[in-house]
């Protein structure tokens, strides 16, 4: 167990304190969870560069962050669609776009591939790999949790700031969404590759 993997299954006590304390925190529990929500983001980029500095990169490390990542979303697009701050629509085209990409990797790793290794066309590795790409995602998801967060938030307190706040949070969390079916589909493209034995 490296340090970077340590960050990485920390993510997963912490992701089950910000549900507990967005369902019963009341109003300190829900405003504390908007830095939470910030820390348990940034905590996905911050194991990526500990394990690149410490030399730390691994296929488990890939997989972990991966489990983290997907644990994360759909958490909490499930928390916030059933305090009715999000469509339904949003968690479900999460879960079933996971499923495919997932499940089309898991070829990858049986070959000893990590996830990045798997894309071989250079659009794909772009919208998948790259950088503008994977931080343009990181951040839209990470604006939609902390708004959506903070939302609830002003929401218990019955702020007049609530609703634009709402506003801004389901831009994100439509951007997040298409910008999510996006880059999972070369993953699902490029399986098709594999199966018919295409480089």
């Known amino acids: 167990m490296n340090l970077a993997n340590s960050i990485t299954l920390a993510r997963f006590p912490l992701l089950v304190l ?5 369902y019963t925190g009341g109003m300190w529990g829900r405003f ?9 983001i940034g905590m996905d980029a911050f194991d990526g560069i500990v ?4 030399n730390e990169t691994s296929l488990l490390g890939s997989v972990l962050d991966i489990a983290a990542d997907r644990a994360v979303e759909i958490v909490l697009w499930v928390v916030f669609a059933s305090m009715n701050l999000i469509s339904i629509v ?3 085209i999460f879960i079933i776009r996971g499923a495919l990409t997932d499940s089309v990797r898991e070829v ?3 070959g000893g591939k990590t996830a ?4 071989r066309s250079d659009w794909g590795y772009w919208i998948v790999v790259g950088r503008p790409m994977r931080a343009g995602y990181g951040l839209a998801k990470a604006a939609a949790f902390m708004t959506l967060a903070l939302t609830l938030a002003l929401q218990t307190i019955q702020s007049p700031f609530y609703q634009p706040t709402l506003l801004i949070s389901l831009m ?6 298409v910008l999510c079916v996006v880059r999972g589909m ?3 493209m490029e399986a098709f590759r594999w199966e018919k034995g295409g480089s």
């Not at 394990?51 to 410490?54: I, K």
Request: aromatic letters at 10%.
């Open 32 to 40: 504390l969870a908007v830095p939470g929500v910030v820390l348990l």
């Open 116 to 119: 990045h290794a798997q894309i």
């Open 172 to 177: 994100f969390s439509w951007l997040s969404t």
């Open 90 to 92: 949003i968690p479900v």
């Open 186 to 188: 070369p993953v699902v």
């Open 18 to 22: 910000l549900v507990w304390m967005l």
């Open 51 to 54: 394990a690149r500095r410490r």
């Open 108 to 110: 990858g790793y049986a």
